[in-house]
Nanobody
Framework: QVQLAESGGGSVQAGESLRLSCGYT????????MGWFRQVPGKEREGIAN???????TYADSVKGRFTISKDKINNILSLEMNALKPEDTATYYC???????????????????WGQGTQVTVSS
């Protein structure tokens, strides 16, 4: 059973940066598509970035150019570097591992079978 745990959330001012990390278990986990999602209470979970086993990356338009996803296969860490943060980036952020090796270009959440507990990011204006 793969386990994921996010860290690095916090409260920042608009324009500042944060780096989220997600430690995951399982020596084969890096073979799978992995992604970052976020959710605001009362809204659907939004896929914001994913990366497959070959390093192919997809970003949501809302974060493209500001966020960078990366995967450290040696240490089993999925990261999300977030720059130029905006108040609308405020959400609980989750990392997840897909059921598949290839990622869904549409950043849907239905193909993900393992999730972390989430970490809160709050951006004030």
């Amino acid at each position: 059973q793969v386990q994921l745990a996010e860290s690095g959330g916090g409260s920042v001012q608009a324009g500042e940066s944060l780096r989220l990390s997600c430690g995951y278990t399982g020596y084969t986990s890096s073979w799978y598509c992995m992604g970052w999602f976020r959710q605001v209470p009362g809204k659907e979970r939004e896929g914001i970035a994913n990366i497959d086993r070959d390093g192919k990356i997809t970003y949501a338009d809302s974060v493209k150019g500001r966020f960078t996803i990366s995967k450290d296969k040696i240490n089993n860490i999925l990261s999300l570097e977030m720059n130029a943060l905006k108040p609308e980036d405020t959400a609980t952020y989750y990392c997840a591992r897909s059921l598949y090796l290839q990622c869904d270009d549409g950043l849907g959440s239905s193909e993900y079978g393992a999730w972390g507990q989430g970490t809160q990011v709050t951006v004030s204006s």
